[in-house]
């Protein structure tokens, strides 16, 4: 087992994961896969995303929001898989490219439209949540879709990471769930190796703490979205 670049991995990818709200897996899947085989893969860095998650509730518990997490997650829940079942005959470099495409196109927006807020209330929870999930579903990217619709309402950032995290917790545990039930496990070495990587999951997530701290609330929407924007390239460029 490698330990030192995977744990590096981990500590990044945990940082921009708290950061952003969205990222972990799309840093660290690479390279895991350089190592282990993608059932493993996907299981090791299940785990890794859930206990960010956990840090994210923990770090930025002071921004959790019951009502927000239950009219954004459950509506997006339920639409998520409703747009799974719609994806079976679309290629997946199509979903690919539109979806950049459409992060993109919200990022550009936001930047010339920077004053564009949606008021957080129920019932724009309940859409937005419903409208991530349904794109989530159809373009199998949970996180980024997330986040893109969450900015709309240019929420505290305590508030935001806390909702990311909170809806993303339940999330992972269903997907672990899955993974054990289908028989999925770690090798003893990697195993072992959580005894480390979970430990620099957190120092990642605290150094992002850090980082979320220094950055000015009128900033924060802004920062974000440029960490869409570079997944955006990422699924237009190489799919």
Do not use: C
Not at 166 to 189: C, K, N, Q, W
């Amino acid at each position: 087992m490698q330990v030192l670049p995977i744990l590096i991995a981990v500590l990044v990818a945990s940082g921009v994961g708290t950061l952003t709200g969205f990222g972990t897996s799309t840093l660290l899947v690479p390279v895991m896969v350089l190592f282990y085989p993608v059932p493993e893969t996907l299981l090791f860095v299940g785990i890794i995303h859930w206990f960010g998650n956990v840090w994210k509730l923990v770090l930025f518990r002071e921004g959790f929001r019951w009502g927000l997490v239950l009219s954004f997650g459950v509506p997006g829940l339920v639409a998520t898989a409703i747009g799974a079942k719609l994806v079976f005959d679309i290629p997946s470099v199509i979903l690919s490219r539109v979806l950049g495409g459409m992060i993109a196109a919200y990022v550009l927006y936001l930047f010339v439209q920077s004053s564009f807020r949606v008021r957080p209330t129920v019932v724009t929870g309940a859409v937005g949540g419903a409208l991530s999930g349904f794109f989530a579903g159809i373009f199998g990217i949970g996180g980024a879709v997330r986040s893109l619709f969450l900015t709309a309402f240019d929420l505290p950032k305590a508030v935001y990471i806390a909702t990311a995290g909170a809806i993303a917790l339940v999330i992972d545990t269903t997907r672990l769930s899955v993974y054990a039930s289908e028989g999925v496990r770690l090798p003893s070495s990697l195993l072992w190796g959580l005894i480390v990587f979970i430990p620099g999951s957190f120092a990642g997530a605290k150094i992002a703490q850090r980082l979320v701290d220094r950055i000015p609330q009128k900033n924060f929407r802004k920062v974000v979205a440029v960490f869409l924007l570079l997944i955006a390239v990422k699924l237009i460029v190489w799919p």
